[in-house]
């Protein structure tokens, strides 16, 4: 069964600074990985899918990049901001629907 | 842009109450799915539909009905509230395939009390 797991579970940073986020699944066999924000209470708002046959996918100042043969992800955020201060979830789609990790729950701090 | 809506943001009911969550989505998407959200443990499914009167059970659909009988909505029923169904509910949809992008709806945060 498909897992996938967020480290760390929360990060606190300065503004300005540039920070990855990893994510890890344990069956490679995915079709895709999807990346989202959650700001609390609210639902979830797509940032990037990266296909099983990409590396990486930009966006802005975001960049997820993807090694399937090792079951990990990362997402880099260049030059951090207040606003950017949320949770950003992983999940992978395989022969089942979206799998999501725990989430790692971002600070920025002014 | 593609919406998905939810029927509330906030719902309170009663333990024994019977309970329907919409969702609704303009993009004509043929899937559709519901997810449960608690803290610790992460985004659940619940159930999902691939078609019209389609559904196929998730990880955690004890409990839980559903009913799709139009393409752009799909509701979610709790045949009797209780306690432990108090949690933030999440719909999503995408197109057909497993491969494609999920779209979110805002949530709806369900107390039962």
């Known amino acids: 069964k498909q897992e996938v797991t967020q480290i760390p579970a929360a990060l606190s940073v300065p503004e300005g600074e540039n920070l990855v986020l990893n994510c890890s699944f344990t069956?490679?066999?995915?079709?895709?990985l999807q990346w989202f924000r959650q700001d609390p209470g609210k639902g979830l708002t797509s940032l990037l899918l990266?296909?099983?046959?990409?590396r990486e996918q930009t966006s802005g100042r975001l960049n997820a990049s993807l090694d399937k043969s090792s079951g990990r992800s990362t997402l880099y955020i260049a030059a951090s901001q207040p606003g950017d201060s949320a949770t950003y979830l992983c999940a992978v789609s395989g022969n089942t629907p979206l799998v999501f990790g725990k989430g790692t729950r971002l600070s920025v701090i002014a | 842009d593609v919406k998905v809506t939810q029927s509330s943001r906030y719902l309170v009911k009663r333990t024994g109450e019977k309970v329907f969550l919409e969702c609704v989505q303009d993009m004509d998407h043929e899937n559709m799915f519901w997810y449960r959200q608690d803290p610790g443990l992460g985004l659940r499914l619940i159930y999902f539909s691939y078609d019209v009167k389609m559904k196929e059970k998730g990880d955690i659909p004890e409990g839980y009905s559903v009913s799709r009988e139009k393409k752009e909505r799909f509701s979610l029923i709790l045949e009797s509230a209780s306690t432990n169904q108090t949690s933030m509910y999440l719909c999503?949809?995408?197109?057909?395939?497993?491969?494609?992008?999920?779209?979110f709806g805002p949530g709806t945060r369900l107390t039962v009390l």
């Open positions: 999503a949809s995408s197109f057909k395939g497993p491969d494609n992008e999920q779209f």
């Open positions: 990266i296909q099983s046959s990409q």
């Open positions: 069956d490679s066999a995915i079709y895709n």
